[in-house]
C-alpha cells in the first residue's frame, strides 16, 4: 500500500466566467491548488473555494502563476528577478489572508502553467520563485515536477519539495511532459488515466507517448481543474487507486513514499 495526495487546480473562475466545478473536485481531491488572482481567479470566488475546502478538511496550496490573466497563464514570458519575487510574495500574502479568513491556512506553494514548467528547468527564475517563498514563509512545501532540476536546487535551498506526477498529461520517455501544442499531450479517458496512474503508484513509472516506460517520483498525483472531464478523471482515479489498496491523503500526513 502506498499514500499518495491528489490535487487539482481551483478557484480560477473570474466574475462571471466560471472555471471547472470547485465543489465537486473538493469531494474526491486531498489538497487544492488555490489560484492566487494572477493567472485566473478573483476574490470572491477564492474565497469561496477555500471555505468550501475549510469544511472538508482538504489542504491548501497557493497556486501562482505569471501576471497573465488573458493567457491563462500559460505563455512563457522573462520578468526580472525582481518582479518575479514580488509577484510570488503578492500572491502567496494575498491567499494566506484569505485563507486566514475562510478558517484554514496555505501549507504548500505549487506554481502555475508556464511559470511551473519553465522553472522546472530554469535556474535563474526557480531561485527567484524559491527565495520569494522563503522570504514569506520558509515551512511552505513546494511541488514540482517530478524528475526536474528544480527539486534539487530547491532542497539545497532549505525547502521541503513534492515531486509531482500528472494524471491527464502525456509524458515524453525522459519523464518530461508533452507540450499542449502536440497532439495528444491532453488526456481525457477517466478509464485510461485511472489505469495509467494505477501503474504509476505500483510501479513507479507512466507509458510515455512512444509507449516506452517513464520513471516518475511523486507522491502527489495532479488533475487539472479546467478540463471538461476532471471530476470524472480525478473521481476514477481515486476509485481504482482505493480499491487497489491505496489511500489518499494530503502529502503534508504521507509521508516519504
Same mark, same amino acid.
Not at 501549507?107 to 531561485?127: C, E, M, S, W
Given at each position: 500500500?502506498?499514500?499518495?495526495?491528489?490535487?487539482?487546480?481551483?478557484?480560477?473562475?473570474?466574475?462571471?466566467?466560471?472555471?471547472?466545478?470547485?465543489? @465537486?473536485?473538493?469531494?474526491? =481531491?486531498?489538497?487544492?491548488?488555490?489560484?492566487?488572482?494572477?493567472?485566473?481567479?478573483?476574490?470572491?470566488?477564492?474565497?469561496?473555494?477555500?471555505?468550501? @475546502?475549510?469544511?472538508?478538511?482538504?489542504?491548501?496550496?497557493?497556486?501562482?502563476?505569471? %501576471?497573465?490573466?488573458?493567457?491563462?497563464?500559460?505563455?512563457?514570458?522573462?520578468?526580472?528577478?525582481?518582479?518575479?519575487?514580488?509577484?510570488?510574495?503578492?500572491?502567496?500574502?494575498?491567499?494566506?489572508?484569505?485563507?486566514?479568513?475562510?478558517?484554514?491556512?496555505?501549507?504548500?506553494?505549487?506554481?502555475?502553467?508556464?511559470?511551473?514548467?519553465?522553472?522546472?528547468?530554469?535556474?535563474?527564475?526557480?531561485?527567484?520563485?524559491?527565495?520569494?517563498?522563503?522570504?514569506?514563509?520558509?515551512?511552505? =512545501?513546494?511541488?514540482?515536477?517530478?524528475?526536474?532540476?528544480?527539486?534539487?536546487?530547491?532542497?539545497?535551498?532549505?525547502?521541503?519539495?513534492?515531486?509531482?506526477?500528472?494524471?491527464?498529461?502525456?509524458?515524453?520517455?525522459?519523464?518530461?511532459?508533452?507540450?499542449? %501544442?502536440?497532439?495528444?499531450?491532453?488526456?481525457? !479517458?477517466?478509464?485510461?488515466?485511472?489505469?495509467?496512474?494505477?501503474?504509476?503508484?505500483?510501479?513507479?513509472?507512466?507509458?510515455?507517448?512512444?509507449?516506452?516506460?517513464?520513471?516518475?517520483?511523486?507522491?502527489?498525483?495532479?488533475?487539472?481543474? !479546467?478540463?471538461? !472531464?476532471?471530476?470524472?478523471?480525478? %473521481?476514477?482515479?481515486?476509485?481504482?487507486?482505493?480499491?487497489?489498496?491505496?489511500?489518499?491523503?494530503?502529502?503534508?500526513?504521507?509521508?516519504?513514499?
Amino acid at each position: 500500500m502506498r499514500v499518495i495526495d491528489l490535487n487539482s487546480d481551483l478557484g480560477e473562475s473570474f466574475g462571471a466566467w466560471t472555471m471547472g466545478d470547485d465543489s @465537486a473536485m473538493l469531494d474526491i =481531491v486531498s489538497s487544492a491548488n488555490v489560484a492566487c488572482g494572477f493567472h485566473a481567479g478573483d476574490p470572491v470566488g477564492i474565497l469561496r473555494t477555500l471555505k468550501a @475546502a475549510a469544511a472538508r478538511g482538504v489542504t491548501v496550496g497557493a497556486h501562482v502563476g505569471y %501576471r497573465d490573466l488573458a493567457g491563462f497563464g500559460r505563455r512563457n514570458m522573462d520578468p526580472s528577478s525582481e518582479e518575479l519575487t514580488g509577484d510570488v510574495i503578492y500572491q502567496i500574502g494575498a491567499l494566506k489572508g484569505l485563507a486566514a479568513a475562510a478558517g484554514t491556512q496555505v501549507t504548500y506553494v505549487k506554481p502555475h502553467g508556464a511559470l511551473y514548467n519553465t522553472i522546472a528547468f530554469d535556474a535563474r527564475q526557480a531561485a527567484d520563485v524559491i527565495h520569494a517563498i522563503k522570504a514569506v514563509d520558509p515551512s511552505l =512545501v513546494l511541488v514540482a515536477l517530478a524528475g526536474s532540476p528544480l527539486i534539487a536546487q530547491a532542497r539545497a535551498a532549505g525547502l521541503d519539495v513534492v515531486g509531482e506526477a500528472f494524471a491527464d498529461r502525456a509524458y515524453k520517455p525522459d519523464g518530461k511532459l508533452v507540450s499542449r %501544442r502536440e497532439a495528444g499531450a491532453v488526456l481525457h !479517458d477517466p478509464e485510461l488515466v485511472a489505469r495509467r496512474m494505477l501503474q504509476f503508484v505500483t510501479e513507479g513509472t507512466v507509458e510515455a507517448i512512444d509507449g516506452s516506460l517513464a520513471p516518475v517520483d511523486a507522491r502527489s498525483i495532479c488533475v487539472h481543474g !479546467d478540463s471538461p !472531464d476532471a471530476v470524472a478523471m480525478a %473521481r476514477r482515479v481515486r476509485e481504482v487507486l482505493e480499491a487497489a489498496g491505496h489511500r489518499i491523503a494530503p502529502f503534508a500526513a504521507a509521508g516519504k513514499a
